[in-house]
Each structure stands twice: as C-alpha cells, then as structure tokens.
C-alpha cells in the first residue's frame, strides 16, 4: 500500500512536468506568423513617421555636431533671427574671422534654402556672390549641399540626405523669430 506522502508526492510531480510542458509548448507555439508579418511589414514611400518640434538651440547643438566631422572646417553655427556660420580661414599664414549671414526658406518639397545676407571676412563685406563662388570651388561639401553663387543662395537638399535607408527628412517649418523649427521624418 502506497502512504498518502508518496501519493502526494506523485501528484504534485505530475503537475509540475504537465505545468512545464505547458509552459514550453507556450512558448514555443505560434509567435512565427506574428514576427515573419511584422519583419515583413513596410510602409508605403513618403508615409510620415513622426515630427520633430525643436528650437535653434537644438538644431544648432545638431549643426555643430556635424560641421565638427567635417574633415578640415573651422566652422560653427549659431542661429539667432538668421543662420549665422562663423569660422576661421588661413590665409598668408594667418587666421582670418569670417562670417556669413542667411536667410532660411522653406521650399515645397521639404528641402532648405540658404538666401546670402551678408559675408564679412574680418572687418570687411564682401560680394555674396564672389564668395558663394570661391566656397563651390574649394570646399568639398556633402552631395545634398548645392551652392548656386549667381542666386546668391545655398540649397540644402534634405530630402536627398543620407539619414538611414528606409528614412528621409524634409523641413515643414523654420520659423527662426519664433524659436521654431519643424521636421518630418518620412519612409522611404
């Protein structure tokens, strides 16, 4: 005769191995439909992902950030009711302060324009043009920067920057007065 300990022992052991069998047939039943749709998934091209609300202090930090990986630019953002880049150029083995003043413009498509308000190198102004020029000959900019010296403007093509494969950007609003910057984050 079997004691009652023994019994229980047995029955509770059974419920253990049904529990975890169970478990296992849980875990391991199902969730492949699941993963193979959502891994699957893509959205249609130009859907909006999110929005980005940010300030120039931001975007600026962002600016910055950037014009340090160029390889070989001195040069900083600072946005205040204008894009402001600051740097430094040597010329006959000196370091010479420039500044160029823009004007940001949104444009239908998402990208930016750059409208030249004023260049200065040291204390003297110098044509837009002339110097809009000089940058597109000499400075090796990303393939998404277009720089037309007659229209006295730069074109940053947001829309062609590299960001991540399935991602682009375009700007929706760049209201500097206001402290407010707009952008969009779209699939590709």
Do not use: C
Request: charged share 30%.
């Amino acid at each position: 005769m079997i004691n009652k300990w023994k019994w229980g022992f047995l029955t509770l052991a059974g419920l253990v191995v049904i529990g975890l069998i169970i478990i296992v047939s849980l875990l391991f039943s199902g969730g492949e439909k699941n993963f193979d749709k959502a891994a699957n998934e893509t959205l249609p091209a130009g859907k909006k992902l999110f929005t980005i609300h940010t300030g120039k202090e931001q975007a600026a930090f962002l600016m910055n950030k950037e014009l340090e990986d160029q390889k070989g630019v001195k040069m900083k953002a600072e946005l205040t009711d204008q894009v402001k880049l600051l740097g430094k150029a040597d010329l006959f083995g000196r370091e010479i302060m420039y500044q160029m003043d823009l004007d940001p413009e949104v444009m239908k498509n998402g990208d930016l324009v750059l409208h030249e308000k004023n260049v200065r190198v040291g204390r003297l102004n110098l044509p837009g043009e002339q110097v809009l020029t000089l940058v597109s000959n000499t400075v090796d900019l990303p393939k998404w920067v277009k720089v037309y010296p007659q229209e006295e403007l730069i074109q940053v093509q947001l829309t062609k920057m590299k960001v991540k494969k399935h991602i682009e950007v375009k700007a929706k609003k760049v209201d500097l007065t206001n402290d407010e910057i707009i952008i969009d984050v779209l699939s590709k």
